[in-house]
């Protein structure tokens, strides 16, 4: 069973920045695909960014292209969100998740693991 563990959240001003990291339990988290998802206050989990296996591939949900960035360093077991010029509308719970097969998907459903999420607030 793989524990993931965010943090880096909190509040932050529109157009400032927050990195997000979160920790794997296992040395295996070098084979999965991992994925940021978010859910705002009365909203459905909705997905952020993905990052294959090896890091080779990336895929952003089109609101946060260009200000927003997804990482990972498998010698740290750790995935990183670099988020920049943030919006009010960012504000949210965010997921890290991790699927055992290492290629992106966007689908909630697809991913096997999931961390208890950090909170980050935008305010205008």
């Known amino acids: 069973q793989v524990q993931l563990g965010e943090s880096g959240g909190g509040l932050v001003q529109a157009g400032g920045s927050l990195r997000l990291s979160c920790a794997a339990s296992?040395?295996?988290?070098?084979?999965?695909?991992m994925g940021w998802f978010r859910q705002g206050p009365g909203k459905e989990r909705e997905f952020v960014a993905a990052?294959?296996?090896?890091?080779?591939?990336?895929y952003y949900e089109d609101s946060v292209k260009g200000r927003f960035t997804i990482s990972r360093d498998n010698a740290k077991n750790t995935v990183y969100l670099q988020m920049n010029s943030l919006k009010p509308e960012d504000t949210a719970v965010y997921y890290c998740?991790?699927?055992?097969?290492?290629?992106?998907?966007?689908?909630?459903?697809?991913?096997?693991?999931w961390g208890q999420g950090t909170q980050v607030a935008v305010s205008s």
């Open positions: 990052i294959s296996w090896d890091g080779g591939s990336t």
């Open positions: 998740a991790a699927r055992v097969i290492g290629y992106i998907t966007t689908t909630v459903e697809k991913y096997d693991y």
């Open positions: 296992e040395r295996t988290f070098s084979n999965y695909a």
